[in-house]
């Protein structure tokens, strides 16, 4: 499994794409939870590079009738992970990525203040790739190296934080299988 690091909020080495979709987290808030999210744009559809154009406000509205849908979102994530296990974070983690949406978890709403949010390229009901789990272990374990308060049990679903409005990452997201490739790479 890949060793990544972050540097200054960075993960090392993933490909940069910087979203307009983030402003500073609160002065008293500190990194202390990750959110997996799954995402497809079209709905159901892989590799097609649109959820770049999402998190960066360039979404191509003729491409999709969805498209016209969502074309006025702001939103982002920290980082996506493609089905190759192929990384790309558009915000640092130090900053506030807009992912969690109207939100709670332990207690405390305004997710996005204190979390890290990672989308997996797929759907609830299809399964997520091997390399997917990979890149995912080695970038949780990296968060945790650069975030001590980020521990297995402040890792959750978008589910779990907004459970009246989102479902994923899914039925299809193997949890067990995430936590032991997760342990192996904190050793």
Same mark, same amino acid.
């Given at each position: 499994?890949q060793?990544?690091?972050?540097?200054?909020?960075w993960l090392?080495?993933a490909?940069?794409?910087?979203?307009?979709?983030?402003?500073?987290r609160?002065?008293?808030?500190s990194?202390?939870t990750?959110?997996?999210?799954?995402?497809?744009?079209?709905? &159901?559809r892989f590799?097609? /590079?649109q959820? !770049?154009a999402l998190f %960066?406000?360039?979404?191509?509205v003729?491409?999709a $009738?969805?498209?016209?849908?969502?074309?006025?979102l702001?939103?982002?994530?920290h980082?996506?992970i493609?089905?190759?296990g192929?990384i790309?974070?558009?915000?640092?983690?130090?900053?506030r990525?807009?992912?969690a949406g109207?939100?709670?978890?332990?207690?405390?709403?305004?997710?996005n203040?204190?979390?890290? &949010?990672?989308?997996?390229? /797929?759907?609830? !009901?299809c399964p997520? %790739?091997?390399?997917?789990?990979?890149?995912?272990? $080695?970038?949780?374990?990296?968060?945790?190296?650069?975030?001590?308060?980020?521990?297995r049990a402040?890792?959750v679903g978008h589910?779990?934080?907004?459970?009246?409005?989102?479902?994923?990452?899914?039925?299809a997201?193997?949890?067990?299988l995430?936590?032991?490739?997760?342990?192996r790479?904190?050793?």
């Amino acid at each position: 499994m890949q060793m990544l690091s972050i540097d200054n909020g960075w993960l090392v080495p993933a490909r940069r794409l910087v979203s307009p979709n983030q402003d500073a987290r609160p002065a008293d808030a500190s990194v202390d939870t990750l959110v997996v999210h799954g995402i497809t744009l079209p709905p &159901g559809r892989f590799g097609h /590079g649109q959820v !770049d154009a999402l998190f %960066t406000n360039t979404l191509d509205v003729s491409r999709a $009738a969805f498209y016209r849908e969502i074309a006025h979102l702001r939103v982002s994530a920290h980082v996506l992970i493609e089905r190759t296990g192929a990384i790309t974070q558009y915000v640092g983690f130090d900053d506030r990525a807009w992912h969690a949406g109207q939100s709670c978890f332990d207690g405390r709403t305004r997710v996005n203040d204190f979390a890290v &949010g990672i989308e997996l390229e /797929g759907t609830d !009901d299809c399964p997520y %790739t091997p390399a997917q789990y990979r890149a995912l272990a $080695a970038t949780g374990a990296a968060l945790m190296r650069a975030y001590p308060m980020l521990t297995r049990a402040r890792m959750v679903g978008h589910s779990d934080i907004a459970p009246e409005r989102k479902t994923d990452p899914g039925p299809a997201f193997d949890w067990a299988l995430y936590f032991d490739l997760l342990e192996r790479a904190c050793i």
